[in-house]
């Protein structure tokens, strides 16, 4: 969003040749490609580079990357400040990608040299762990990585969107066309991290499994900064975290203060706040009227002509819609973090299902228990291509929207079904478990019972269309939603509640785990074999907790007010109804 209308006489710093549009995408997409080619393609067999070429304890292994995984989800907050307060989102994913790159190599370099590891281990003697230097190198790596991460993750997908000048009414329709095809994008690039990548890993060897996703970030780099001259900037417009902590601040300054009876008596000031509304002004809502205080004018504001308000006594509505918008977002941002709970599991227990079934295709090829999320990026990735070529249309019919259907029912769509998906999950397990029990295989953890792994499809199938619909239309509203001054911390939001969705899971299996042992040693998630638990019951529970969810997600749905704005050249003088649209157009 980088262009105005031309009698906007408040954008006079920003640039007016057209830039942007479908042609930056190849440059935009490379580097989100390779970023989840390294992400996925590390993490989804790093435990087996930890334990057989670093020599590490399995637990400490687990807590290694547990650490690690955690601050990678964490760092998109810092990436995302530095982007919006100083940086730009350009320079802020370029420089977190070099810093990637860097740690990147390193941790190739590390399974290339053999100075950098253990010597291998030799017959039945002891294993010699790695040597505080090698680690070192490994935790810097990993460490360089996840602050990489972190300034790419929350601010590629909203760099990609900046592209579409949304007051264009022909570039406006495909900003919602760049989220189906970012996130198919990302799938396809994840699908060949957890095939390709791992088979090269694990028949090939560690310096060219790691080598291949390092060799392809460094071209993703040289390309993406060749689009420069191609790409529409959004210049920094200061720290938002700071604006929204100074009209708390002046509103908690000014609480004694009677409410004035006309919006229209509110504080403006549209030179203050071009910098952070080059797309449009928020306008004044009936709600939350107590942070409406900031913005009211007292003889102590009052300032020479020219000169700047005291922001933590004084601001403007526009400011104060800005918290608004964020504190709006607060519980449908909530309802995101149950189904990543759900979806969750199929890297626990249902992984754990597969180890326990015959997953033989032919007589000499045997699927791998960790393959089977193939089925979950395949169904995602044709519900993406089929909801973009064909249900859009026909929803286009019934609804007028040019997107087919809100981001909020389709929201609401992606949790009925990831409710669905938990649901066939237990009974397929109670399936499974009276295959062990016919067969007399109970009491045998590590049997392969003769039934079919292809049983474990449905529940795979169903997470994955729940994420078509739910977390393309989370990343959607979060961006549609937040100030534009702001969208980067914003998209940074989606991030952490897949964080908190992990860790929710973590304390859910703890939880369950303590309370559900019993005194003879039963347990509905027992440690040592699954045939003698209960797993159709937890799964049972995260059904039951999804349903809960599903009904507050809806009220939330229901309540919601969207933020409304007004588009510079659209009768910008006047507050009332002219001019003023809802910012989703939906």
Not at 27 to 34: D, H, K, R, T
Not at 312 to 318: E, G, K, M, Q, Y
Not at 325 to 345: D, E, F, S
Request: proline share 4%; with cysteine; aromatic share 10%.
């Amino acid at each position: 969003m980088e262009r105005v209308e031309e009698d906007d006489p408040k954008q006079n710093n920003v640039k007016t040749r057209p830039k942007g549009g479908l042609v930056t995408m190849p440059f935009i997409f490379s580097n989100e490609i390779c970023e989840k080619l390294a992400v996925v393609g590390f993490n989804t067999n790093m435990i087996s580079y930890l334990t057989t070429q670093l020599h590490m304890p399995l637990t400490k292994a687990a807590n290694t990357l547990t650490n690690f995984g955690g601050t990678a989800s964490l760092t998109p907050l810092l990436g995302a400040f530095i982007s919006d307060s100083y940086a730009g989102r350009f320079w802020t994913i370029t420089v977190a990608s070099i810093v990637y790159q860097i740690g990147m190599t390193c941790l190739t370099l590390s399974a290339i040299l053999p100075q950098l590891r253990p010597p291998p281990c030799k017959g039945e003697q002891v294993c010699q762990q790695a040597t505080a230097g090698q680690l070192a190198i490994l935790y810097g790596s990993l460490l360089l990585g996840a602050l990489g991460s972190g300034g790419i993750r929350p601010c590629v997908v909203a760099f990609g969107a900046d592209q579409f000048d949304e007051s264009n009414p022909k570039e406006a329709t495909k900003t919602w066309k760049y989220f189906n095809w970012y996130y198919f994008v990302m799938g396809v690039s994840i699908l060949v991290a957890v095939t390709v990548l791992v088979y090269i890993q694990d028949n090939i060897g560690w310096g060219w499994g790691l080598g291949v996703p390092t060799i392809a970030m460094f071209l993703s780099i040289i390309t993406f900064i060749i689009g420069y001259p191609l790409y529409r900037h959004m210049d920094p417009a200061g720290s938002p975290f700071t604006r929204l902590l100074q009209v708390s601040v002046s509103a908690f300054k000014k609480r004694k203060l009677a409410m004035v009876s006309d919006p229209n008596l509110l504080y403006r000031n549209d030179e203050l706040d071009a910098s952070i509304s080059v797309g449009g002004k928020l306008v004044h809502t009936p709600d939350m009227t107590f942070l409406d205080k900031a913005a009211i004018v007292t003889e102590e504001d009052i300032v020479k002509p020219g000169q700047a308000p005291n922001l933590w006594r004084l601001n403007t509505i526009h400011r104060v819609e800005e918290l608004k918008a964020v504190i709006r977002m607060g519980p449908i941002w909530a309802a995101g973090i149950l189904l990543i709970t759900a979806y969750a599991q199929q890297n626990t227990f249902s992984l754990q299902q597969a180890k326990t079934m015959n997953r033989h295709l032919t007589k000499s090829f045997e699927i791998p228990a960790g393959s089977m999320t193939v089925f979950t990026m395949v169904s995602m990735l044709s519900t993406i291509a089929l909801y973009d070529r064909v249900l859009v249309r026909i929803a286009r019919r019934y609804t007028g929207l040019d997107r087919g259907i809100s981001f909020l029912y389709r929201m609401g769509i992606g949790f009925m079904i990831s409710v669905l998906a938990t649901l066939v999950a237990g009974f397929t397990e109670v399936k499974r478990k009276e295959a062990a029990l016919a067969h007399g295989l109970q009491d045998e953890a590590h049997a392969i019972i003769p039934i079919s792994v292809f049983w474990l499809v449905p529940q795979y199938s169903l997470h994955g269309i729940a994420e078509a619909f739910m977390s393309i239309g989370h990343l959607e509203f979060f961006y549609d939603q937040a100030p534009e001054s702001m969208r980067s911390t914003a998209t940074a939001l989606f991030w952490t509640a897949i964080s908190v969705g992990n860790y929710m899971s973590t304390l859910l299996v703890s939880l369950v785990h303590k309370f559900s042992a019993r005194a003879d040693g039963s347990n509905w998630l027992p440690d040592n074999n699954l045939n003698e638990g209960k797993l159709e019951y937890f799964y049972w529970l995260i059904t039951a907790l999804q349903v809960v969810n599903l009904i507050y997600y809806i009220c939330c749905a229901k309540l919601y007010t969207y933020k409304p704005i007004q588009i510079h050249g659209k009768d910008s003088e006047s507050e009332g109804d002219a001019g003023v649209e809802l910012a989703s157009k939906v």
